[in-house]
């Protein structure tokens, strides 16, 4: 399936998330306010990094290696139990651990040990969660876009249906619950989609932990954990310095346009991990990668930009119809905001063959690099251009990147392919 088709059999997807997305943005708005959409922040990053430990960290590391041994049945296999057996051990350690701490983890996040029992939900929940994820980064490993989009049209609607249902009745704590719970309800449509498949049996999942695959699924790990701490670990600093410099409901302000910037660039986003993450898995050569790196800033990045040129130039609509009143404080970071969205996608086409070659070492040093330098770069600009320096910040952070990956990645793959093409002859002398 190339690129094309894969980006409009995926937009299908995309198009429902994304109005399930901004249906739940209008409730949110209408329920929880600016503030709330700043706790809601706290906790979506605390369950980045909560889900991530419980998967042990080799979901993208699964996708990657269904993809290359797409002809070698065994091999998969060895993938999918090892990654089963990390699974169930993250899931349940993890999922006590949040239980044990949920009130210390509510003071950490929300100030006050009053959304304990928030976690206490999380806790339950994680080990279908964690199941979930395992099974969707199989099918995208399969490459079977039907299914995973099928999926992902349930997910969305479990999201607005659960959301709506709970804030409306609950307010902020029922959104705050309803984000911790969601995923693990979409588990069982999941589960039901992949029922008949072939290679959906329970003895494919469980046995023996293979060393080789744990090895190489390590790397990934090392990769996802180093995402999970460094990123949103930068963004609640960066939401701590908004709140102690200019307010709570700034840093809800900022929170709704990272929530719609999210949501605008689904199509780019989930076309990346969809199609760029098993193609560049598969290819082998120097040549094979440039041509698909060029294939998509071709389609991907011109994508990313006419979005980004529709969304500011309708960005009072957007916040009127989206959001309400209250929000109106944030059209001031759209034009930085969404210069900082096609500096992201520029640089994420080229970071994606760091996932898909096992880059690790260049992965989790960059990673830790820009989340230092995004938080250090909101920090000076805040200072020097108030509110607004919070996504000036964020854009420069990403041109930095953008040349950082460019440079990186064009000097690793001219490496591995005078590797490759030197002869034993050559290496012996």
């Known amino acids: 399936m190339n690129l094309i088709r894969t980006s409009l059999l995926n937009g299908i997807s995309v198009v429902v998330k994304m109005f399930t997305l901004l249906g739940i943005n209008k409730i949110l708005a209408l329920y929880v306010g600016p503030s709330g959409y700043a706790a809601l922040g706290q906790l979506q990053n605390a369950l980045t990094m909560i889900t991530t430990l419980s998967s042990g960290a080799v979901n993208t590391g699964v996708t990657k290696y269904t993809a290359e041994y797409i002809d070698e049945p065994g091999k998969q296999h060895a993938v999918w139990k090892t990654a089963t057996t990390l699974a169930v051990a993250g899931s349940l350690i993890v999922g006590v651990a949040v239980a044990v701490f949920s009130n210390e983890l509510s003071s950490y996040f929300f100030k006050t040990d009053v959304y304990g029992s928030v976690f206490i939900w999380v806790a339950i929940s994680l080990f279908f969660f964690t199941f979930n994820a395992l099974l969707l980064a199989i ?214 063959v760091m996932l898909g070659k096992a880059m690790y070492k260049l992965y989790i040093v960059t990673e830790i690099v820009f989340a230092v330098s995004f938080y250090g770069f909101v920090l000076l600009f805040t200072r020097w251009h108030g509110f607004q320096g919070v996504v000036e910040g964020y854009a420069f952070n990403y041109l930095l990147y953008w040349i950082v990956m460019f440079v990186c990645i064009a000097v690793a793959l001219k490496r591995n392919a005078s590797g490759a093409d030197e002869s034993p002859n050559k290496r012996s002398q």
């Open 139 to 352: 099918i995208n490993g399969k490459k079977d876009v039907k299914t995973l989009v099928i999926a992902n049209i349930a997910g969305s609607f479990f999201s607005l249906i659960v959301t709506g249902f709970l804030t409306w009745f609950f307010g902020l704590y029922g959104a705050l619950v309803s984000l911790g719970i969601y995923q693990a309800l979409a588990f069982v449509t999941t589960v039901f989609l992949c029922r008949t498949s072939a290679w959906f049996r329970v003895d494919y999942f469980f046995g023996r932990l293979d060393k080789t695959v744990a090895i190489n699924l390590s790397k990934f790990a090392a990769m996802a954990l180093t995402t999970a701490a460094c990123v949103p670990l930068a963004q609640i600093l960066i939401r701590n310095h908004l709140i102690s410099n200019f307010g709570v409901e700034y840093a809800g302000y900022w929170e709704a346009m990272w929530r719609l910037s999210s949501a605008y660039l689904l199509l780019v986003t989930t076309t990346l991990g969809v199609y760029y993450l098993p193609r560049l898995s598969e290819l082998v050569g120097y040549d094979a990668v440039v041509k698909e790196v060029s294939e998509g800033y071709k389609f991907i990045l011109p994508v990313a930009i006419t979005c980004c040129i529709v969304v500011y130039f309708l960005r009072d609509f957007v916040i009127q119809v989206l959001f309400t009143e209250q929000f109106l404080p944030m059209r001031d970071l759209f034009a930085f905001q969404l210069i900082g969205d096609v500096m992201k996608i520029g640089s994420w086409i080229l970071a994606y």
